[in-house]
């Protein structure tokens, strides 16, 4: 395992404490990792460099900003994508959204189902499509993380089994 590798898994299980007992996934975390990241692609003797975390970091960062825009994930979820891009790279990071987005569905379904919010879940995706369909793609005001009365759902998590099948998957 590299010094890379254990840097991103490091700040994946840091957010996944934090934001699973506090609901949140603090700056200081996420700016300190990709800070150290970058510091690290610099510093490695063989390493990627410096633009290579800095593609990640942008990449990680575009990739969930959209869901951030329509008030349909937090902030903190967003810049943890971002440090993790600093750390694994570009073309790593977009593997992590897309395993992440598998785990998320999954552990939403969970969320749901153990909280009894399935049925309003299901009734709030088809209110959203239908207000889609009529207004175009901007947020529901009655749907967004900032109004909503839902369930929240430790994003980390996903994000975090994201990374584990990403970094299982180049072994």
Same mark, same amino acid.
């Given at each position: 395992m590299t010094l890379v590798e254990i840097g991103a898994i490091a700040t994946v299980i840091a957010a996944s404490v934090t934001d699973q007992t506090t609901s949140r996934v603090p700056n200081v975390l996420t700016f300190?990792?990709?800070?150290?990241?970058?510091?690290?692609?610099?510093?490695?003797?063989?390493?990627?460099?410096?633009?290579?975390?800095i593609v990640g970091l942008l990449a990680g960062l575009a990739v969930f900003f959209p869901l951030f825009a329509l008030g349909a994930m937090g902030a903190g979820d *967003? !810049?943890?994508m971002a440090a993790v891009g600093a750390w694994i790279g570009w073309k790593a990071v977009l593997f992590v959204a897309l395993y992440g987005s598998v785990a998320g569905g999954v552990l939403a379904l969970f969320v749901a189902v153990r909280q009894q919010y399935l049925k309003q879940a299901l009734a709030n995706i088809k209110m959203?499509?239908?207000?889609?369909?009529?207004?175009? *793609? !901007?947020?529901?005001p009655e749907l967004t993380l900032e109004s909503s009365h839902g369930v929240r759902m430790p994003y980390a998590l996903a994000i975090?089994?994201?990374?584990?099948?990403t970094l299982w998957q180049q072994q």
């Open positions: 300190s990792a990709a800070g150290l990241a970058i510091a690290a692609h610099l510093a490695a003797p063989s390493g990627s460099g410096g633009v290579f975390a *967003v !810049k943890l959203l499509f239908l207000f889609w369909w009529v207004e175009g *793609v !901007k947020p529901l975090a089994a994201g990374l584990a099948v």
